[in-house]
């Protein structure tokens, strides 16, 4: 089993920056790739960005040239740096580790609002 832990959400002005950080756990030697998801108020999940174990990396376009993911794999923990938020960017960010026909797990969510 894998457990993952989400934090660093809250509330940013827009333009502001928030990192936030998924902790994995368990059988942590299974996951292949772990990414972030949101799901704003009344519509469906979806990508925002993925890291896999060889260091690929993948964005929604919606995000590209402003969010940064990266692993830090001794420390079990994926992060997302967020720059230069927008209104738009307001969602419940869900950290996912994966392992094809294996593995899909979601963290519990936190909470990202951007509002002046």
């Known amino acids: 089993q894998v457990q993952l832990v989400e934090s660093g959400g809250g509330l940013v002005q827009p333009g502001g920056s928030l990192r936030l950080s998924c902790a994995a756990s368990?059988?942590?030697?299974?996951?292949?790739?772990m990414g972030w998801y949101r799901q704003a108020p009344g519509k469906q999940r979806e990508l925002v960005a993925t890291?896999?174990?060889?260091?690929?990396?993948n964005y929604a376009d919606s995000v590209k040239g402003r969010f940064i993911i990266s692993r830090d794999n001794a420390k079990n923990t994926v992060y997302l740096q967020m720059n230069s938020l927008k209104p738009e960017d307001t969602a419940v960010y869900y950290c996912?580790?994966?392992?094809?026909?294996?593995?899909?797990?979601w963290g519990q969510g936190t909470l990202v609002t951007v509002s002046s």
């Open positions: 996912n580790a994966v392992h094809p026909g294996a593995l899909n797990k």
């Open positions: 368990g059988s942590i030697f299974i996951i292949y790739a």
């Open positions: 890291h896999r174990s060889g260091g690929s990396t």
